[in-house]
């Protein structure tokens, strides 16, 4: 009896399996994914907490960010104040943090890498990659290729595609019923994993996120998520001219 209690006991708590059970038409589905690109091509705008942990560093604060699929951002971090700690702008080509309470700002080609040491937390990966990914969207000109559609025996749909530019592959798992409710969609590519879960709504706004990478992982849950209303002057950052840029292509 003990044994036959444990056995239903660890059928009860399994995780539920789904599985593919035949291909579908990924036209309606596919016209989601698109449309969605078309409403987050002209920006996403909002604040989230952002949190980065690996064995040896830990982040945690909300941050205010304005994000491009095409890799352009604006990203600030409030002081415990009120006040504003950092500044990061990002115009696909450098990458400019300014630090207001220092005085100090740090310019590094969009790679980030020689940035890192001088940021709170990492990047984790190409910051011309990033927003799209927090986003769950193609990065910049990038189409999907290679779509394929099931229906899954939970009754759920999955649609496939492949980066055309980079062959990363992502999956859009679609609810139960007619409706084409975009709930999930996962990123995979060479060491690195996107989760990224979606509101109800029509814009299938990001509700929250997982990358994970061999260096860390970082997550963000939004507070406020919404299309940009605003124009480009928001990726300038004027700076003081009392304020020490320190090039980090031409340093030593």
């Known amino acids: 009896m ?13 995780p539920r399996q789904i599985k593919p059970v035949a291909l579908i038409d990924p036209a309606p589905l596919l016209e989601v994914v698109n449309a969605r690109q078309i409403v987050f091509e002209k920006g996403l705008s909002g604040s989230l907490d952002l949190s980065f942990k690996n064995g040896k560093q830990r982040f945690n604060s909300r941050v205010y960010i304005v994000a491009y699929p095409d890799g352009r951002f604006r990203l600030e971090i409030p002081g415990f104040l009120g006040d504003t700690y950092l500044v990061m702008v990002s115009d696909n080509n450098e990458i400019l943090a300014f630090y207001p309470g220092q005085s100090k700002a740090f310019r590094s ?13 990492p990047l984790p990966v190409d910051p011309t990659r ?22 899954m025996d939970s009754g759920e749909k999955l649609l496939r595609t492949v980066s055309g530019d980079t062959g990363m592959q992502y999956n859009y798992l679609y609810d139960k019923g007619n409706s084409a409710r975009l709930r ?11 989760t990224v879960r979606t509101a109800s709504e029509p814009n299938h706004l990001p509700q929250d996120f997982d990358i994970t990478l061999p260096e860390g992982v970082l997550r963000g849950e939004w507070d406020s998520v919404a299309p ?3 124009d480009r002057t928001v990726l300038e950052l004027p700076l003081p001219a009392s304020v020490t840029v320190t090039d980090l292509e031409i340093s030593p």
């Open 109 to 121: 080609s969009v790679d980030g890498r020689s940035l890192n040491p001088h940021l709170p937390f």
């Open 184 to 194: 999930k969609i996962t990123i995979r590519g060479k060491g690195v994993e996107v």
């Open 130 to 151: 990033l927003p799209a990914l927090i986003m769950g969207v193609f990065s910049g000109s990038d189409q999907p290729s290679d779509v394929e559609a099931h229906l």
């Open 228 to 230: 940009f209303e605003g």
């Open 2 to 14: 003990v044994l036959i209690l444990l056995v239903i006991g660890t059928a009860a708590c399994a």
